[in-house]
């Protein structure tokens, strides 16, 4: 009971002393401000950056792997893995062939090339050369029309399906099916539109033409570089799928036994591995500078709060001349320190939720309670620690000689 009605009297004194001095008080919380903003911002910066990642990595599929000469992850020079054999469209129909674990099997050559129908134009357009089962294996639904067929395909018949941005820019008033888009110069039948898919990570999948492999390596790049994407039956057999793809492409290839792969068979982990990593780092740098912050607006309230002490070194001597305890008075000036940090903090956290509606427009964030939350506790830990030594030194002054000062 008597630490309850020491911790009310302390709120009430402090409150007196913040107000009588508001300007001071006012510029005192400015460093914690900054500090608790730094604080919720990078917390959901980072949040934001992870959510809008998932959502991206999505797309990749965790029942689909990506066989082609470079890994994702780099384990080995950049000079050793350039000079690795490109995988062919035959090698694709091979791993379709032989595989017992593939469900289907997308092949995919690409390039930015202009793209025009009639007075409009668009420059940079993702032209990617894909088979029948592309659809399936990277989970594009289509809006009006069909998608590549296997005919379309063996025959390398001259037609296309857009993305939902290409189809607005081209035919802002609808209607692109049966019309005949030029690429690079070369006519091709508009047969499908994409639905919106959205970012993949920092590519735009709605910037793109999809046109029949085959006819890509005839009219565009007879060798491209070609990435093969295998969609598993069983996302349970995902390494068993993994080790029979190795096999096949191996004998693909001829590699002989006991030599290196000359191939890579990526996936879904490696890219969440590696952002973890990154995502760590970029972490780490921003707590150290959200930490700088923090202790520079700590050593403003330490030295305001040894002013405060040596202002009220008189009323200090009463109150303890009268029966305060050591301990009163280090929880007066505690409260008071936690008290200046706890406003500064909310007025941060204030800023940031204003700020934190900007940002959604970019990134999938928002101020959430979890953020609040450590906000709050930041700001008061801030305030506590930093208003230790001032309330110490009250707290252990001699009544007789606090009296005395002038």
């Not at 005919?151 to 005949?180: I, M, Q, T, W, Y």
Request: aromatic share 8%; charged share 20%; proline share 3%.
């Amino acid at each position: 009971m008597k630490l309850v009605t020491e911790v009310t009297e302390g709120i009430r004194i402090s409150a007196h002393a913040i107000f009588a001095n508001k300007l001071r008080s006012a510029l005192t919380t400015l460093g914690i401000i900054i500090g608790i903003l730094t604080v919720s911002l990078m917390a959901m910066a980072m949040t934001g950056m992870r959510e809008a990642f998932i959502r991206g990595i999505s797309a990749i599929g965790v029942d689909v792997l990506y066989v082609e000469k470079f890994p994702w992850e780099r384990t080995e020079g950049w000079w050793k893995i350039r000079n690795r054999r490109d995988f062919l469209l035959e090698d694709a129909r091979m791993i379709q062939r032989e595989s017992k674990e593939a469900l289907a099997v997308s092949v995919e050559g690409s390039g930015m090339m202009p793209v025009q129908y009639g007075e409009r134009t668009s420059e940079a357009v993702w032209v990617a050369g894909n088979n029948e089962q592309s659809a399936f294996v990277r989970q594009l639904n289509l809006k009006e029309g069909r998608f590549l067929s296997e005919a379309d395909v063996s025959g390398a018949r001259p037609v296309c399906v857009l993305g939902a941005d290409v189809a607005e820019k081209l035919f802002p008033n609808g209607g692109a099916l049966g019309h005949r888009v030029e690429i690079r110069g070369k006519k091709f039948e508009v047969i499908g539109v994409n639905e919106k898919f959205g970012q993949f990570l920092f590519a735009n999948m709605d910037n793109q033409i999809i046109v029949p492999i085959t006819r890509f390596t005839s009219d565009f790049n007879p060798f491209p570089y070609l990435l093969i994407m295998v969609k598993v039956r069983d996302t349970a057999r995902m390494d068993d799928a993994k080790e029979e793809l190795r096999g096949i492409v191996r004998k693909i290839r001829r590699v002989p036994p006991g030599a290196q792969d000359d191939f890579a068979i990526n996936q879904q982990d490696l890219v969440v591995k590696t952002f973890e990593k990154v995502g760590g780092m970029i972490a780490a740098v921003g707590l150290f500078i959200t930490g700088l912050s923090l202790f520079v607006g700590g050593i403003g309230i330490m030295n305001i709060m040894f002013v405060s002490v040596a202002e009220r070194t008189k009323e200090i001597g009463i109150r303890k001349a009268i029966g305060a305890k050591r301990r009163t008075i280090l929880l007066q000036f505690l409260i008071e320190a936690a008290t200046i940090c706890l406003l500064g903090g909310l007025i941060g956290l204030s800023i940031a939720w204003g700020l934190s509606l900007v940002v959604k427009k970019f990134l999938p964030t928002s101020m959430s309670m979890q953020v609040a939350v450590l906000g709050v506790v930041v700001s008061l830990i801030t305030g506590v620690v930093a208003g230790f030594m001032p309330a110490w030194r009250a707290a252990r002054m001699n009544p007789v000689d606090a009296l005395r000062a002038e």
